[in-house]
């Protein structure tokens, strides 16, 4: 009984000089809600599609003030319309339209709580995307995948907290405008991202 009450304190000193790291790296996996936000409401509609994100953070925390960034790979898209504007309100004439990523945000933020155990925090900053496999669409869709940019830029903003080696985040992205200058089309994706990670150490 004394060496599991032993080993269960060195355990928790163990968390507890985790959480007190100014250094933290760990592992993230969460999902996501997608949609293309734009002005030709004939060929985009802004119906939410989910898919999921996986990763490693970084965080350096400097009093109350942290840097995080992070590399993930993840999954855009939205709804378009596929075939025609006559039948705009017929969901058998819309579907998926999605592409992958590979995300890297650099957030700034702020800590409310930094306590062994507890955190919570706010941050913001950019995040850029890197695409890395051709968008997948109908070959009857109006839209020309080739004039989905290579790379694009957005900003995220968002809270989370951590509860021992525990890391859970919510936030917001929108990105700029994801097709190539002088192309038909002019639309950004905005998502919203709930991940939970582990901390390493």
């Given at each position: 009984?004394?060496?599991i009450l032993?080993?269960?304190?060195?355990i928790?000193?163990?968390?507890?000089?985790k959480?007190?790291?100014?250094?933290?790296?760990?592992?993230?996996?969460?999902?996501?809600y997608?949609s293309?936000?734009n002005?030709i409401?004939?060929?985009?509609?802004?119906?939410?599609?989910?898919?999921?994100?996986?990763?490693?953070?970084?965080r350096?925390?400097?009093?109350?003030?942290l840097?995080?960034p992070e590399?993930?790979?993840?999954?855009?898209?939205?709804?378009?319309?596929?075939?025609?504007?006559?039948?705009?309100?017929?969901p058998?004439y819309?579907?998926?339209?999605?592409y992958?990523?590979?995300?890297?945000?650099?957030?700034?933020?702020?800590?409310v709580?930094?306590?062994?155990?507890?955190?919570?925090?706010?941050?913001?900053?950019?995040?850029?995307?890197?695409?890395?496999?051709e968008?997948?669409?109908?070959?009857?869709?109006?839209?020309?995948v080739?004039e989905?940019?290579d790379?694009?830029?957005?900003?995220?903003?968002?809270?989370?907290?951590?509860?021992?080696?525990v890391?859970i985040?919510?936030?917001?992205?929108?990105?700029?405008n994801i097709?190539?200058?002088g192309?038909?089309?002019?639309a950004?994706?905005?998502?919203?991202?709930?991940?939970?990670?582990?901390k390493?150490?």
């Open positions: 009984m004394r060496r032993i080993f269960s304190f060195l928790t000193l163990c968390i507890c000089l959480g007190q790291s100014p250094v933290n790296v760990g592992l993230k996996f969460g999902m996501h997608s293309l936000i002005s409401d004939e060929i985009f509609d802004e119906s939410q599609v989910s898919s999921y994100h996986a990763g490693v953070f970084f350096l925390n400097i009093d109350k003030f840097l995080q590399v993930y790979f993840n999954t855009k898209g939205g709804v378009i319309n596929s075939f025609n504007t006559l039948y705009i309100d017929d058998e819309f579907e998926l339209f999605s992958q990523t590979i995300d890297i945000p650099i957030l700034i933020g702020f800590n709580i930094n306590k062994p155990i507890f955190n919570l925090r706010f941050y913001a900053g950019p995040v850029l995307s890197y695409v890395t496999t968008p997948i669409i109908n070959e009857f869709s109006d839209l020309n080739e989905l940019k790379n694009f830029v957005g900003i995220q903003a968002g809270m989370g907290f951590d509860l021992w080696f890391s985040d919510a936030r917001f992205e929108n990105t700029f097709f190539i200058e192309s038909n089309y002019a950004s994706n905005r998502i919203f991202l709930l991940s939970a990670g582990i390493l150490f």
